[in-house]
């Protein structure tokens, strides 16, 4: 975790997966994808 | 208001943002009851995965926080931030065979799912750290002395139930969330104990000797100023506690003997004899 967390560590990578994932979720759970 | 509480308290990052993976698969709930028995089954297993997924995410950070604050920490049994990531790709996954029934699609889902979620929250911490030296036989000890000390809590709810004062049962409860820090805290590293043993054997039995004094008193005569005595050695406890709790953490070897004799005169003062066991 030694250099990942530095690197990653609330970075704007980070959030910007946070919400694609949960961009992810939404369109399969509303949309069922496809 | 109580001083104090907030001294030196971080914000989480187990809320806000966290919550968001709790809703966001909702939505499955109205796809199940619109489809097939099929659709119905694979939805609320999806469901289910991802709520499961969310939580496991939430105790990861919390987890992963309490790890970070210690200097002396054992890595998580269970890695719950990567088992998170794997279980909201299977999610995913079941979600996506419910709507398409095909088989692409749903290993996209997955792999997309469980790739973001890793890239968002991180990975456990694997290895433990500054550990040398400590053995499971310590661990044992450790385990002894907790049952030891939830016993003298249980006996402290049981004596104040007695006394049918339920803001003085609010204020016990609050001192036993703070020596349930000192328990977490030392069940985490085993080293702690020697340095807590004091605290969670004989302050707790004198707490506990008390409480029952006090619920006696008190019940009888309704004194008000048993009453507030009462509460300031509780206060006067709990202060202990967390400053003992707090140096536990930091592993320093702060010495905490001023207060110790304070809180011991107060005891005393109470009625309660420290002398017979050390």
Same mark, same amino acid.
């Given at each position: 975790?030694?250099?990942?967390?530095?690197?990653?560590?609330?970075?704007?990578? *980070?959030?910007?997966?946070?919400? #694609?994932? #949960?961009?992810?979720?939404?369109?399969?759970?509303? &949309?069922?994808?496809? | 208001?109580? !001083?104090?509480?907030?001294?030196?308290?971080?914000?989480?990052?187990?809320?806000?943002? $966290?919550?968001?993976?709790?809703?966001? @698969?909702?939505? +499955?709930?109205?796809?199940?009851?619109?489809?097939?028995?099929?659709?119905?089954?694979?939805?609320?297993?999806?469901?289910?995965?991802?709520?499961?997924?969310?939580?496991?995410?939430?105790?990861?950070?919390?987890? !992963?926080?309490?790890?970070?604050?210690? =200097?002396?920490?054992?890595? @998580?049994?269970?890695?719950?931030?990567?088992?998170?990531?794997?279980?909201?790709? &299977?999610?995913?996954?079941?979600?996506?065979?419910?709507?398409?029934?095909?088989?692409?699609?749903?290993?996209?889902?997955?792999? +997309?799912?469980? $790739?973001?979620?890793?890239?968002?929250?991180?990975?456990?911490?694997?290895?433990?750290?500054?550990?040398?030296?400590?053995?499971?036989?310590?661990?044992?000890? $450790?385990?002894?002395?907790?049952? =030891?000390?939830?016993?003298?809590?249980?006996?402290?709810?049981?004596?104040?139930? /007695?006394?049918?004062?339920?803001?003085?049962? &609010?204020?016990?409860?609050?001192? *036993?969330?703070?020596?349930?820090?000192?328990?977490?805290?030392?069940?985490?590293?085993?080293?702690?104990?020697?340095?807590?043993?004091?605290?969670?054997? #004989?302050?707790?039995?004198?707490? /506990?000797?008390?409480?029952?004094?006090?619920? %006696? $008193?008190? &019940?009888?005569?309704?004194?008000?100023?048993?009453?507030?005595?009462?509460?300031?050695?509780?206060?006067?406890?709990?202060?202990?506690? #967390?400053?003992?709790?707090?140096?536990?953490? %930091?592993?320093?070897?702060?010495?905490?003997?001023?207060?110790?004799?304070?809180?011991? %005169?107060?005891? !005393?003062?109470?009625?309660?004899? +420290?002398?017979?066991?050390?």
């Amino acid at each position: 975790m030694g250099r990942w967390g530095a690197f990653m560590s609330e970075t704007g990578l *980070q959030k910007l997966a946070f919400f #694609v994932l #949960v961009l992810l979720i939404l369109f399969v759970s509303i &949309a069922g994808g496809v | 208001m109580d !001083q104090g509480s907030y001294r030196g308290a971080v914000r989480t990052r187990a809320g806000g943002r $966290v919550n968001l993976l709790f809703i966001a @698969p909702l939505p +499955l709930i109205w796809r199940a009851f619109t489809g097939g028995p099929s659709e119905l089954l694979f939805n609320l297993i999806a469901l289910g995965v991802l709520l499961l997924a969310a939580w496991l995410t939430r105790e990861g950070i919390q987890a !992963q926080e309490a790890y970070d604050a210690r =200097k002396v920490a054992r890595r @998580p049994g269970l890695p719950r931030k990567m088992l998170a990531s794997l279980l909201t790709g &299977a999610g995913l996954a079941v979600a996506g065979f419910a709507a398409s029934g095909g088989v692409i699609e749903p290993v996209i889902y997955a792999i +997309l799912g469980t $790739v973001l979620h890793s890239f968002a929250f991180g990975f456990d911490p694997l290895k433990d750290k500054g550990m040398e030296g400590v053995d499971q036989f310590q661990t044992d000890r $450790v385990a002894r002395a907790v049952d =030891k000390a939830e016993s003298y809590l249980a006996g402290m709810s049981d004596a104040i139930k /007695r006394a049918g004062d339920r803001q003085v049962e &609010a204020r016990v409860e609050r001192f *036993q969330t703070s020596v349930r820090d000192m328990l977490r805290t030392v069940e985490e590293d085993p080293r702690d104990l020697t340095a807590a043993k004091k605290f969670l054997s #004989v302050y707790l039995m004198g707490a /506990r000797d008390a409480t029952s004094k006090f619920a %006696d $008193v008190y &019940a009888r005569s309704r004194d008000a100023g048993a009453r507030s005595d009462y509460m300031m050695l509780l206060s006067d406890l709990e202060e202990n506690f #967390v400053a003992k709790t707090r140096s536990l953490m %930091d592993n320093s070897n702060t010495d905490l003997e001023v207060e110790i004799s304070v809180l011991r %005169d107060r005891l !005393q003062r109470e009625g309660v004899r +420290l002398d017979n066991n050390a």
